[in-house]
């Protein structure tokens, strides 16, 4: 027995449908700008989903990488009494 037809049995009433599945790839695309942005009436597949899902949060992490490195240049670079360094401590509260 294949170790996913033994999860399945063991978690009983975890078990989530086909429908429920093609519901969850289909809000996720279009949570997607990559894929919601496109003009065509093809339906994409959930792999292509999920493949572009993972592509679409390795960006968002580099671009909080960048700006997490921007804000630590701007504060290193600013006098911490200023009213730029306020402002920054307060949109940081």
């Given at each position: 027995?294949?170790?996913?037809?033994?999860?399945?049995?063991?978690?009983?009433?975890?078990?989530?449908?086909?429908?429920?599945?093609?519901d969850?790839?289909?809000?996720?695309?279009?949570?997607?700008?990559?894929?919601?942005?496109?003009?065509?009436?093809?339906?994409?597949?959930?792999?292509?989903?999920?493949?572009?899902?993972?592509?679409?949060?390795?960006?968002l992490?580099?671009?909080?990488?960048?700006?997490?490195?921007?804000?630590?240049?701007?504060?290193?670079?600013?006098?911490?009494?200023?009213?730029?360094?306020?402002?920054?401590?307060?949109?940081?509260?």
């Amino acid at each position: 027995m294949s170790s996913r037809r033994s999860r399945s049995r063991q978690s009983g009433s975890s078990r989530i449908t086909e429908d429920q599945i093609a519901d969850l790839v289909s809000k996720l695309q279009q949570l997607i700008p990559e894929i919601r942005n496109r003009r065509s009436d093809k339906q994409v597949s959930a792999s292509k989903v999920l493949q572009e899902t993972c592509n679409y949060i390795r960006s968002l992490h580099r671009e909080v990488d960048d700006l997490s490195q921007r804000l630590s240049e701007l504060l290193a670079s600013s006098d911490t009494d200023s009213d730029q360094a306020a402002i920054i401590r307060s949109l940081l509260m």
